[in-house]
């Protein structure tokens, strides 16, 4: 059960993580039983694929097939529920009214429209001024979906990640996504194909395009989380949203820091005496004394060892950054080290 919700999760929220293979999609989501068949019969699913269907109770006898896990109610309507069995739960819930709305369970929040959108935009504008974010958005128990449209960007998502069927048969990557085909009409190259035709149509369009930092907020909002589960009650702050940690960070100019805009890069945060560097693409969080944070932060702000020798001891930041690269992550910008600095 639980691969099969870490699927369902991928799914909704359009992060990278299902292992994707030659052959179908990793996780289908069907609105329409009657076209369960359909599907099985394509190219859109193979072995290692996961189908969810309506009310499907698995069929074991099929050879070399994709699982197949039923569900009840809906997976696309804001207010309705999900259910996998007796087991598992999730409530999906727009994004305008999260905020006013009791948490009971693991929940799936859309934004679903544009006084959604405006909304999600006003709380990450918040974020990114006063280091304020959303309680709601940070909840353990809350993921925020289709991330790639609201900053995230398309890299991981696509019709080899995932793909969804309304009621009539028509597929996009999730509820209310551009259609790009129709089940039984198309093949899965042919999907791929619409899919990066659009992702390359969009790459200056969407919410990013006057907010190249989204990706990064999404980042922090997923750090910030990832510390309440862990069960840290204070209240969590991220460097650059809002301010820094460390006054020598903070005297680095606000046009040469180097992290106020790559999602890949770890982040800094702290909750009164406590400080911590959260890596996004391994999801590890490592907890660090005051001083040792201190050169944490100025290494990502300044880019490198070499900028950063102007606001901290050069020998210190090499030893910090050597004990982060000897765990296997960098504090170097990927644009600083790709421009040779």
């Known amino acids: 059960m639980a691969g099969i919700k870490r699927h369902l999760m991928l799914w909704g929220t359009g992060k990278p993580g299902a292992e994707l293979s030659a052959t179908g999609s990793a996780t289908v989501v069907l609105e329409n039983p009657d076209h369960l068949s359909t599907l099985l019969g394509s190219d859109l699913v193979g072995p290692h694929s996961v189908v969810f269907s309506p009310g499907h109770t698995p069929d074991a006898g099929i050879p070399d097939g994709p699982v197949v896990a039923g569900y009840e109610g809906s997976l696309s309507e804001p207010g309705l529920e999900c259910s996998l069995g007796t087991d598992f739960y999730l409530q999906i819930q727009n994004y305008g009214v999260s905020a006013y709305m009791s948490v009971v369970g693991p929940t799936l929040i859309r934004v679903a429209d544009d006084m ?120 969590v702050r991220v460097s650059g949203f809002g301010g820094r940690l460390n006054a020598a960070a903070a005297s680095v100019p606000a046009d040469a820091a180097a992290d106020t805009v790559d999602a890949r890069l770890p982040l800094l945060l702290w909750s009164g005496e406590d400080a911590f560097v959260h890596d996004p693409a391994s999801g590890r969080t490592f907890g660090l004394d005051p001083v040792a944070a201190g050169l944490a932060e100025v290494l990502l702000v300044a880019g490198s060892v070499e900028a950063g020798a102007s606001y901290a001891d050069r020998a210190a930041l090499e030893q910090v950054a050597g004990y982060f690269e000897d765990a296997g992550v960098t504090l170097r910008s990927a644009e600083l080290a790709t421009a040779g600095h």
Do not use: H, M
Not at 149 to 158: E, K, N, R, S, W
């Open 116 to 235: 959604d959108l405006d909304a999600y935009l006003a709380d990450a504008d918040q974020a990114r001024q006063a280091g304020t974010f959303p309680d709601f958005l940070t909840n353990p128990v809350i993921q925020l979906a289709d991330l790639p449209a609201l900053g995230a960007g398309p890299a991981g998502d696509g019709p080899r990640c995932r793909l969804y069927a309304d009621q009539d048969g028509v597929l996009s990557t999730t509820p209310g996504g551009a259609r790009l085909g129709v089940l039984g009409e198309d093949t899965l190259e042919q999907l791929d194909t619409r899919w990066l035709l659009d992702a390359a149509a969009d790459a200056d369009g969407g919410p990013a395009a006057e907010r190249p930092w989204l990706g990064r907020y999404l980042a922090a909002v997923s750090a910030v989380r990832d510390l309440r589960a862990r069960g840290l009650a204070a209240e």
